[in-house]
């Protein structure tokens, strides 16, 4: 068989060498034909293709809908005082017994602690929207929901709706974001669990020059009564300003003082500074050092017996965090209240000096969208029913980010 | 006398107007300055020692955004991760999305391996396609017309001399892309595995075949299962080069190579990733390594 192959290709072969030239013209011919024939098949083809392309619904809108985001977050955890005893702790000066909102890992056991429904849509080409959701167990809440210029002059931006003010570092970063679960102490002390988070509105200009510098003012309700809540006029009034120098390629630094003006009532006056500064030093393509701190003190001006006088409290929180490569990353956090010069009678008997907290957590993420993260705690900021109450906390929370979720801020 | 120092500062000025071009990625950067010649500034956003899918957000490039007249981007979803927020905070008018000075050069380069499913279950895929297009040279050209083009329209006044510029950019890469193919003619390579799906324009255009890559999936980490499965294709295929990027972990790639008597290659994905200084080094480096 094989043989007989061989045998009829090398006739082929020499017959085709014997073929003269003529032959090949007439062949060529032919082929040039077949190939024009073909072309004029393929351009049938490729119109009627375009004639039945277009058969689109002719109001759908479907181009047009937001990116939309699911945000799941949820933990198992295991503390040493009971779910009561934990709903009614104080941090002495800053929340009172039972005051304090909990809406993160409250139980002992399981928590579900919120789905958020983020959403992100251009308006026109002069406005973007945004709007986070925030969905707990029970409740439904607009966390943010603001619409954002893109197209004035002179770097200039204004934001309006509700929104976190970019006050500090921390402040407008959404839980899910955070580096630890927890919230740091003294923001949960100012400002409570959603930061300065309010109705109002913003200005950001970026400098022209090399070295970034960012200046904002915000004006906004000032509901938040745990530092303000004049309830009779919006009284809160934000600004800041950021700055950025990178050393060499790796190390970036990033710097921010931080002013809040409000009224805690209609006469009495809140003042909440705050300085921050982060340092990554980039030590890979996925691995990193970040080593975030901010220090934050309030002026918080309270009616007395006699006269008003002056709160000063503060505190500040400092973090490290090694990202190991793209799935591992662990972290160290202190917290600690620094300064508390109020009224602390109430607390009569109970040691409310060294105020602070220590966490370590580990984190594991199988993908950019997911998270899991063990963290302890050991939380020596509480008195509960009378007496001081440190709390030993162990805790595994998922986070998932599902849908068009965009990118983060730095 | 005040005139005349008022008439120098604007004539200094209008001299030395340079348009500030920032590109996300280096190899457009270099295409840019090929094009733009003095008249412009080009400004390198994203590194390219790092995976061009996660560069660092410093605040440090929003200074730079501020300030651009006009930025290129690579498209395709290659920034998504990175440049949105950024490109949110630089205030920059100019430069938004939609703007004249946006340029994504995704939008004229034929885009391969475009899915015709999307899901994350399938690991970080690109629903516009494979986005790293710039390894194909001949790609290079089609960049070159779109800056040109792109650089007449915000800056009409020297549009004679960007013409210029892509007219002797295109005669020189032209000869060198001839002289490139006459090379590759004789590469010996014809089987690779590469560890994320960076190379499949530059072994598409030159008839090399990629049986599979390291990562089980884009963007998940190799597993032990997926490793020995590649380890076993590659036997059966006889694939002895392994192509790897300058930015992911090294160790699964040499364990295959030891498994298989394979060659790791080390390529370069953007012009600087391994110390070329131009367009020609990083392409040539691209086909001395994988061709050796």
Redesign the interface.
Known sequence: MKKSLYLSLLACASLYATVDENATQVELQKQKAAIQKLQTQLDMLSQKSQGTLNTSASFSQNAYLPDIALILNMSAVARDVNNTAYENMAIPGFIDAGDAELPFNKNRGFNLNYAEVAMHS?VD?YF?VFAMFHLHPNAFEIGEAYV?T????Y???IKAGKFKSDFGRMNAKHQHAWHFDDQPIIYKALFGPDSISDAGVQL???????????AGVEAMQGSNDRSFGDVERNNLYVGYM?S???VG?EL?I?AGVSLAHGKNTTTNATDVYGVDLTL?E?L???S?LIWQSEYLQRNKVVDGSVKTHTNKQAGLYTELVYQY???YSGGVRYDAITKNDVDLSAYNGVNTNNLDKYTAMLEYK????SRLRLSYSYDRTKVIAGERKDINTVMLSLNIA?GAH????? | MKKIILLTVLLTTLVFAQLNVDTTYSTLGAVAKKIGGDNVKVVVLGSPKYDPHFIVPKPSLLSKLRRADLLIINGGGLELGWLPPLLRNANNAKIRNGAKGFLDMSHFVPMIDVPTSVSRAFGDVHAQGNPHYSTDPHNVLIMAEAIAKKLAQIDPEHEAQYQKNLADFTKEWQAYLTKYDANMQMCQTKKVVQYHELFNYFLKRYNIKSYGNIEPLPGIAPSSRHTLALIQIMRENGVKTILQDVYHERKTAKFIADKTDARVAIIPHDLGAEGSQTLQEFYNKIANRICK
């Not at chain 1, 950001?204 to 960012?214: E, L, N």
């Not at chain 1, 965009?406 to 730095?410: L, T, V």
């Open positions: 251009s080409p973007d954002q893109t197209s004035l002059p770097a200039l931006r950001q200009w970026v400098a022209p020059t090399d070295t970034y510098i960012m950021k950025s120098v990178d390629d970036s990033l990554r980039q890979g393509a996925y990193s490569n793209n799935n199988p993908f950019p969208m599902a965009g990118a983060h801020d730095y």
